[in-house]
Nanobody, 118 residues
């Protein structure tokens, strides 16, 4: 499976962005897809995830109520709608998939930069 992330950019605090992550290849092997982010000087952190079948979603506390993860199975694409953005949301955002429940994410896309100005 290959992942292609897009949608990052520069936005003012309080604004919105939508990230997309398109999967190609052996997409039937996807169990779940997640978004992670890494800010300068910080470790990568979990943002949100969604199960490919059923659509259960999970969020980091820091983004609950502001971010929404969704998917379009027909397009093999997962979205991350980010509203009420804050400067602390500035980071490189990565999408990733895992093919086995409970295991680590094993395929990663390239990052997309999100910058929120105050």
């Amino acid at each position: 499976v290959q992942l292609q992330a897009s949608g990052g950019g520069l936005v003012q605090a309080g604004g919105s962005l939508r990230l997309s992550c398109a999967a190609s290849g052996r997409t039937f092997s996807i169990y779940g897809m997640g978004w992670f982010r890494q800010a300068p000087g910080k470790e990568r952190e979990f943002v949100a995830s969604i199960r490919w079948s059923g659509g259960s979603t999970y969020y980091a506390d820091s983004v609950k109520g502001r971010f929404t993860i969704s998917k379009d199975n027909a397009k093999n694409t997962v979205y991350l709608q980010m509203n009420s953005l804050k400067p602390e949301d500035t980071a490189v955002y990565y999408c990733a998939i895992r093919t086995v429940p409970g295991k680590e994410y094993n395929v990663w896309g390239q990052g997309t930069q999100v910058t929120v100005s105050s």
